[in-house]
């Protein structure tokens, strides 16, 4: 992690398998303070240490995706929301907190999360501000005007010009808000990349879609068969590929 203002020192977030006798051996070996423990299921520890111009943040995760499961998902939250209290310029401990919002669905909350964070890099372009505006442009409520979602998109592609991710969300988030011009220009430049067939068969889906909104049914035809053929589990799509067909005769 980087230093955060007012800390002289690097910020680490620790992962350990005994966070409490991690933080015992700081307490006797470094004069280190405990600021604040919190006790879980399953033995999940999140404490917070500091020592003069430094400040340490020690959590025992026991799995990855730990904060996935209903059962822990809201001591996770309000664990990873106290880590960001004492430690609110830590990305690394922001962004765990986003994942939590978003695997609770509380897409609102991770929104603000995400705001937090970009505002965090000030002047700085880089890859990794790129993915957080990408994000920020998924976890915005639904309620939200698109054209937010959109602009938060194109700053992502400024950043990060060679993303495909970034370019099939902008071809999909413009199809969804009928800008059928952009999406299908955007999606059509990324059928000749590199990219997976689950990928490829959303952009033929979509590309598909869009020649039905543009009333040109035999298109629309071809490009849904080719995302079938793509991705032959979408099974679905042959029951709007039938009916099309039976308008074209």
Known sequence: MGASTGVLSLVPLLVVRDAASAIDFYVRALGARELVRYMMPRDVHCKAMERPQRRILGALLPE??????????????????????????????????????????????????LEKIIAS?????????????????????????????MKHLDMALEM????????????????CANDLERAQKTLLALLPQPIDPVTKGEVLYCLGMISVRQR?????????????????SWIYIESTIQVLERQLR
């Open 160 to 175: 990060d010009p060679g993303s495909l991710d970034i370019l099939r969300d902008i071809g999909v988030f413009a199809y």
């Open 216 to 232: 040109d049914k035999v298109k629309a035809v071809e490009l849904l068969k080719r995302a079938i053929e793509t991705e032959p």
């Open 64 to 113: 990855e995706d730990w904060f996935m499961k209903s059962e822990e998902r809201d001591d996770a939250i309000r664990v990873l929301e106290r880590a960001a209290e004492v430690a609110p310029e830590d990305r690394g401990v922001l962004l765990q907190l986003c994942d939590a919002y978003e695997a609770a669905h509380r897409d609102e909350d991770a929104a603000g999360v």
């Open 121 to 149: 890099f000030g002047t700085e372009r880089t890859r990794e501000l790129a993915l957080c505006h990408q994000r920020l442009a998924h976890a915005l409520p639904r309620h939200c005007n698109q054209s937010v979602a």
